[in-house]
C-alpha cells in the first residue's frame, strides 16, 4: 500500500540551529512529492514539490529538500532556523499523473523554534 | 489575485443534520480537491473534481457526496452528521488533473455536537 511515514511529530530546535524534518514514503511506482506548512487556524501552503528532474528541490522560505529513491526519503531541511519557521510540516506524496489531485499526507510533525 | 475562497469558516451542527459546504477555486483552476483535517492529524483525501467530473474519491462513506459546477466552484455535502465528522475540511485547486500545485482555502471549521 502507498503511504507517507513522517518520523518524529514534534522537533524543537533553537533559533539558527539547523532543521531536519524526515519524511518516507512507500510505493512501487514513481512518487511526486510535496512539502506543505500549515499555521495555525490556516490552510496549507506549499513549500516545495518534486515531480521529475533535479533530485535537491529548493522552496519558499530558504528551504530545501532531496528525493533520494533509494532510501525512499524525502527530507526538508533549513540551514537556520526563525522563530517565524514555528507551525506544523506535512509530508505529501501522490502517484501517478492522473492521481495528481488526490495528496497522501503524512501525520505532520510540528516544529518549535526555541529563542 | 483571489486565492481559494471556502465558505462557511464555521459551523456547528447536531448528530444526524445534513451539511454543504462551498469553495470557489482560483480564477482559471479546473480541479478542485476536497479533504479532511481531523485535529492533531494529516489531511485525508476525500475527492477530486475536474472538468465537473469526479476523477477520485478516497476513503469515505456514501454520506459524502460533492460535485462541481459549470464555474469550476464545488460543494461538499455530508448526510446524517457524526460526532466523529468533526474536523477542518480543506479545499484545494489546481490548474488540472496531474500533479501540480494545490492551492488550499483557509478551511471550514465543522463542529458536530
Known amino acids: 500500500a502507498q503511504s507517507v511515514t513522517q518520523l518524529g511529530s514534534h522537533v524543537s530546535v533553537s533559533e539558527g540551529a539547523l532543521v531536519l524534518l524526515r519524511c518516507n514514503y512507500s510505493?512501487?511506482?514513481?512518487?511526486?512529492l510535496f512539502w506543505y506548512v500549515q499555521y495555525p487556524n490556516q490552510g496549507l501552503q506549499l513549500l516545495l514539490k518534486?515531480?521529475?528532474?533535479?533530485?535537491l528541490v529548493k522552496g519558499i522560505n530558504g528551504f530545501e529538500a532531496e528525493f533520494k529513491k533509494s532510501e525512499t526519503s524525502f527530507h526538508l531541511t533549513k540551514p537556520s532556523a526563525h522563530m517565524s519557521d514555528a507551525a506544523e510540516y506535512f509530508c505529501?506524496?501522490?502517484?501517478?499523473?492522473?492521481?495528481?489531485?488526490?495528496?497522501?499526507f503524512g501525520q505532520g510533525t510540528e516544529l518549535s523554534v526555541k529563542p | 489575485d483571489a486565492g481559494v475562497t471556502q465558505s462557511p469558516t464555521h459551523l456547528i451542527k447536531t448528530r444526524g443534520q445534513h451539511v454543504t459546504l462551498r469553495c470557489s477555486p482560483i480564477?482559471?483552476?479546473?480541479?478542485v480537491s476536497w479533504y479532511q483535517q481531523v485535529l492533531g492529524q494529516g489531511p485525508q483525501f476525500i475527492f477530486q473534481?475536474?472538468?465537473?467530473?469526479?476523477?477520485g474519491r478516497g476513503n469515505f462513506p456514501d454520506r459524502f457526496s460533492a460535485r462541481q459546477f459549470p464555474n469550476y466552484s464545488s460543494e461538499l455535502n455530508v448526510n446524517a452528521l457524526l460526532l466523529g465528522d468533526s474536523a477542518l475540511y480543506l479545499c484545494?485547486?489546481?490548474?488540472?488533473?496531474?500533479?501540480?500545485?494545490?492551492?488550499f482555502g483557509p478551511g471550514t471549521r465543522l463542529t458536530v455536537t
Open positions: 484545494a485547486s489546481s490548474v488540472g488533473q496531474g500533479p501540480y500545485e494545490q492551492y
Open positions: 510505493s512501487s511506482v514513481p512518487p511526486y
Open positions: 518534486y515531480t521529475t528532474g533535479a533530485t
Open positions: 505529501a506524496v501522490t502517484f501517478g499523473y492522473n492521481q495528481g489531485g488526490k495528496l497522501i
Open positions: 480564477s482559471g483552476h479546473k480541479s
Open positions: 473534481y475536474y472538468e465537473k467530473e469526479e476523477r
